[in-house]
């Protein structure tokens, strides 16, 4: 089974962009600005951010193992 998030390593793989970008698009989002998708979609889990595959892999266009 595996797991049904990415880390923001992964996600900032999977859009070609730094993992500082993703941060900031977190922090755009925490602050009320425009963060995107990418802000909106974290997911903070104690101190880890994470975002869930199913929405992720939707705006790539990726299709979702069910």
Known sequence: ???AVYTADEV?????VSEWAIYQAVRRGERGDDAGPI???AIHV?????WPKAPIDRLLGLECDA
């Open 1 to 3: 089974m595996s797991a």
């Open 12 to 16: 900032a793989e999977l859009f070609n």
């Open 39 to 41: 802000g909106r979609l």
């Open 46 to 50: 104690g101190r880890r951010i994470v």
